[in-house]
């Protein structure tokens, strides 16, 4: 089945740590996003890519860090430099940019 | 500046029709998308509307959209306690660079 995938599901994080959020998508989508959700806003975005090896900065980019060096994945680091990391986090994928975007089940990171 | 806005909270009851309303602010939109997004888990598309659309239905939902007005709604006929969960309005701006704004969600109670 096609799809998006994040995991883990949940993740716990120590303060001064950095973690890694896996996301893969197996639907041959050339843009990728990352969103953060917090309770009572709206999606903002953190980092998306429309090819391989490219990235851009969205609204929230500071503290965080990613890569794309397959289509298939786009990785997001969350740094000590972000100060307040705990939130559901969203990624999405997309055939092009502005296009109908299709998410996977989130992240969940708490800061301990 | 760019901003989509949803009222947070509707209550209906088990049969009923639902009615979810959302305005935005920038006139370039290209496409407006609602999503559905169940309690723990990443957005679902449920339908979305060209620009130069004024209504698009499909089975239980009916999307309205007055762009002088740049009001967009979703009616939801019949509505099911399935139906319980946030639903989030986002706009799609297809001049210059990649955006996608959304709204913060409104969360949708059915009973029983």
């Known amino acids: 089945d096609g799809g998006i995938t994040q995991s883990p599901k949940y993740l716990f994080r120590k303060e001064g740590q950095n973690v890694t959020l896996s996301c893969e998508q197996n639907?041959?989508?050339?843009?990728m996003y990352w969103y953060r959700q917090d309770p009572g806003q709206g999606l903002r975005l953190i980092y998306y890519?429309?090819?391989?090896?490219?990235?851009q900065k969205g609204d929230i980019a500071e503290g965080y860090s990613v890569s794309r060096e397959k289509k298939e994945s786009f990785p997001l680091t969350v740094t000590s430099a972000q100060k307040n990391p705990t939130a559901f986090y969203l990624c999405a994928s997309s055939i092009f940019r502005n296009t109908e975007a299709f998410f996977g089940q989130g992240t969940r990171l708490t800061v301990v | 500046g760019e901003d989509v806005e949803q009222s947070l909270f509707l209550s209906v009851r088990e049969g009923d029709s639902s009615v979810i309303n959302c305005t935005y602010t920038d006139s370039s939109s290209t496409y407006l998308y609602w999503y559905k997004q169940e309690p723990g888990a990443g957005l679902q598309l449920l339908t979305y509307i060209f620009s130069n659309m004024d209504m698009k239905q499909d089975q239980r939902l009916t999307v309205l959209l007055n762009k002088k007005d740049k009001h967009l709604s979703l009616r939801i006929a019949d509505t099911q306690t399935g139906d319980s969960a946030i639903y989030f309005c986002a706009e799609s701006i297809g001049t210059g660079g990649f955006k996608t704004i959304f709204g913060a969600g409104t969360r949708l109670f059915v009973k029983a």
């Open positions: 890519s429309q090819i391989v090896n490219d990235f």
């Open positions: 639907l041959n989508h050339d843009a």
